[in-house]
């Protein structure tokens, strides 16, 4: 929008100015942690509030026009793979990003990450280089190893559902103990309020599973 053409290479991330034909090179310093991440550029992205996103082998990058400084998000922030290859931008102004295992949805105001992968319907975790559009009805289309993912990003829910934990078994030194008269248990481990141990019984594990059965 402000009129230069920005180019992404293997080497690092070029400003071209068109009336001055002069190039601007921004590069990783291992030094500087406001640097670009990465010299590896997979995608850039101008959002709808005029800033530049950098896609890259070592994560996302948003770019400070008028610093020249670079604000770099990783795998410690909760991206959920340091390789960027796509960014989509859906009308609430999340960022929507391809990588090597799975899509992450970034919120720029919290800067937080939702993450997702096969499980919740992925082709696979692992996408492409240059395998991402957005159509004009708002449908985003994300290409990978397997085929490729199509969605309305207003149709992925967040699975608010807190479910309910139960005790599934009780072990002694890694070995489940039954139910009788002569064992600790009288009944169900479900159903057991109080258990007494000798001080001898110093290895115990109890199991326990979420009844959730979403995936």
Same mark, same amino acid.
């Given at each position: ?6 180019? !992404? /290479?293997?080497d $690092?991330?070029?400003? =071209?100015?068109i *009336? &001055? @034909?002069? +190039? %601007?090179? #921004? ?9 670009l991440?990465?010299?590896a ?13 950098? !896609? /890259?082998?070592? $994560?996302?990058?948003? =770019?400070?026009? *008028? &610093? @020249?400084? +670079? %604000?770099? #998000? ?27 295992? !799975? ?30 559009h ?6 985003m ?28 078994d ?25 258990i007494?141990l000798?001080?001898t ?15």
């Open positions: 929008s402000g009129g230069s053409l920005w180019i !992404g /290479t293997r $690092g991330l070029n400003k =071209f100015d *009336k &001055e @034909e002069k +190039f %601007t090179r #921004y590069q990783h310093q291992p030094d500087n942690p406001q640097s991440s990465n010299n550029i997979w995608s850039i992205h101008e959002d709808a509030r005029g800033r530049l996103w950098i !896609g /890259t082998s070592g $994560g996302l990058n948003k =770019f400070d026009r *008028k &610093e @020249e400084s +670079f %604000t770099q #998000y990783r795998e410690k922030d909760g991206l959920v793979n340091d390789v960027v290859y796509g960014i989509l931008e859906d009308g609430r102004g999340n960022l929507w990003l391809s990588t090597n295992r !799975g899509i992450s949805k970034f919120n720029p105001q919290m800067e937080t990450f939702t993450n997702y992968d096969k499980k919740d319907g992925l082709q696979s975790n692992e996408f492409n280089a240059g395998a991402f957005l159509g004009r009805s708002g449908r289309y994300f290409g990978g190893i397997n085929g490729f993912n199509e969605f309305y990003p207003d149709s992925i829910k967040a699975n608010t559902y807190i479910p309910p934990v139960v005790i599934t009780f072990l002694l030194f890694h070995k489940s103990v039954s139910v009788n008269d002569t064992s600790l248990l009288k009944q169900s481990i479900n159903f057991t309020k109080e007494v000798n001080y019984d110093y290895v115990f594990t109890f199991e326990f599973s979420a009844l959730n059965y979403r995936q």
